[in-house]
């Protein structure tokens, strides 16, 4: 049997859809919400990303800010920008894409986004909200992972999670999120004694490494969903994800597609949580 397609691209569209009609109601009550997004060099993956937001920002009739920095920016300059973005009224999220370039300190710049803006969730506060389970801004991969489950009527509560994967922005924020939905929740990492046996156990599989096809047919329990967070870029310039598509398309019960699965959902969640901080200004 082959597995459902959990098809992002067509849910982040319905996401946008309904979020069109929220941002037309902020502006008749004359908030524009405003999205400020800062990119230091010249990384060309980073580029594309940074597009793919601002035509999200352009459909859901949001305003973006972009601002395109030099490789060679100092810290200094960077705080100072962000300062200058947390104090006005008229921006409502703040994104600094990752990677910055070695010289700047990653932590120190994410520290200095307020978290009333931060739409990516990767400050320490709106980190530590979620991990005590208090309402705040979850990073966009991670709350597009579960939008996709729960918008496919796939229940968590109860299964077996295994996340592959431990970083801050990916593994670590969608575990806690499983686990929040009442799922039983296994971390794998580069450290993990037999990965195969324990994600042949797995109801959900969410797999976030970085390594193409690294998740075999062999990895799979029949039926079971599995969400490719991988976004490895090949030699012949084709994206790819870390499961591979068509062994294991061919053994679960629901698979997501690279590209076209989480990917676009990533961009949904993050136009979501600029609405929802222009919301909160609202009150
Ligand atoms: N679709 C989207 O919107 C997004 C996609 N991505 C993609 O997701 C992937 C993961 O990103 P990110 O979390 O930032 O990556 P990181 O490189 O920060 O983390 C990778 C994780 O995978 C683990 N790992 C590496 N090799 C193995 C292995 N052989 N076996 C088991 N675990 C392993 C690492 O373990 P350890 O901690 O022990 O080193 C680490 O925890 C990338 O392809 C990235 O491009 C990322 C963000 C958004
Ligand atoms: N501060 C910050 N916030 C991020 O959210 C952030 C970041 N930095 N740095 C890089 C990663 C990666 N990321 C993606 C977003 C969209 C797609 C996406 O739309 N992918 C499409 C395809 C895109 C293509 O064709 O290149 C898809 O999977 O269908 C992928 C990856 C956000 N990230």
Redesign the pocket.
Known sequence: MNAIIIDGKKTSKDIKDELIIKVEELKNKGVEPTLAVVLVGKDPASQVYVKHKKKACEYVGMRSLAYELDEKTTEEALLELINELNDRDDVHGILVQLPLPKHIDEEKILLAIDPSKDVDGFHPYSVGNLSIGRDGFVS??PA?IIELIKRYNIEIEGKNCVV????????KPVSMLLLKENGTVTI?????KN?KEICKNADILVV????AN?VTKDFVKEGATVID????RLDNGKLC??VKYDECSAIAGAITP?PG???P???AMLMSNCVKSANNMLK
């Open positions: 966009c991969t597009g592959i994967g431990r970083s801050n922005i990916v593994g794998c990492h580069s450290r993990t990965i976030a490494i970085g390594r690294f967070v991988g976004m490895n994800g870390d690279v699965g989480v990917g959902m990533t961009i």
